[in-house]
């Protein structure tokens, strides 16, 4: 059952197919030449007798984290965002699929991520996409939003020095957020992904993002 679900998983993120809604003859343009434009999203098709046939296919951003190795063959999983953990053959299957690849350079002990910082308050793509799987929701104390619904906050505000960069950046849902442009809450970042919360009582609470998976260790041969 639970390869029959991977099996269809990966068929839903990867094909397209008809609707079964067509349409027939030429649209009025207003006294063109008679000819018309059809396009289709998902797969090609060709049109006959006239008739134009419109596709359905999944425009969603899907975010599968896939170590370098697993793609090389290796058996450690893969990690599928809002899933968890999937089977390395699920993994090289998507990333098989994948329309672009987006590069994580990470510490070889640490798993820390390496890199990809701007040097402007805009956050670049690959850097939203970076954040948001690594914090899978607000990071609001008790707040289950899923962060690819979130706005991406400067710990550290940009007008006081903050950088935009992968540990001063956290997702907070739209309401937390202006609790925190409000001056409700406070928020720290000692580290990447660790962030505290400061309550207007002073109270404080420690969220910290999952770590990535660690790198296997090196075993020696039997012999």
């Known amino acids: 059952l639970t390869q029959l679900r991977a099996d269809v998983l990966v068929d839903v993120l990867t094909s397209a197919g008809p609707t079964g809604d067509h349409e027939t003859g030429a649209e009025d343009n207003g006294g063109n030449d008679g000819k018309s434009d059809s396009k289709s999203t998902g797969s ?4 006959q007798s006239g008739e134009a046939s419109t596709y359905w296919g999944v425009q969603a951003k899907v975010f599968v984290t896939v170590p370098v190795m697993t793609l090389l063959g290796g058996d450690a999983p893969g ?16 990333a098989g699929h994948a ?3 987006t ?25 939203k ?3 948001r799987v ?9 707040c289950n939003r899923l962060a690819v ?10 007008s006081q020095g903050g950088t935009t960069s992968y540990g001063n950046l956290a997702a907070l849902c739209k309401r937390h957020h202006m609790f925190k442009t409000e001056g409700y809450w406070h928020y720290q970042q000692p580290e990447p992904g660790t962030i505290i919360a400061i309550s207007p009582a002073g109270e404080t609470y420690l969220t910290t993002a999952d770590p990535p998976p660690a790198p296997p260790p090196d075993i020696p041969p039997p012999f």
Do not use: M, N
């Open 99 to 101: 329309p672009s690849f």
């Open 149 to 158: 619904f979130c706005e991406l906050d400067h710990t550290t505000p940009w």
């Open 79 to 94: 990690e599928l965002e809002g899933y968890g953990p999937i089977d390395p053959e699920t993994a090289r299957k998507l």
């Open 134 to 142: 690594r914090d899978g929701t607000c990071r609001h104390p008790g």
């Open 103 to 127: 590069r994580i350079l990470t510490h070889p002990f640490t798993g820390a991520r390496l890199g990809a910082d701007a040097t402007t308050y805009r956050v670049p793509q690959d850097l």
């Open 44 to 47: 090609s098709g060709s049109s």
């Open 129 to 131: 996409d970076a954040v």
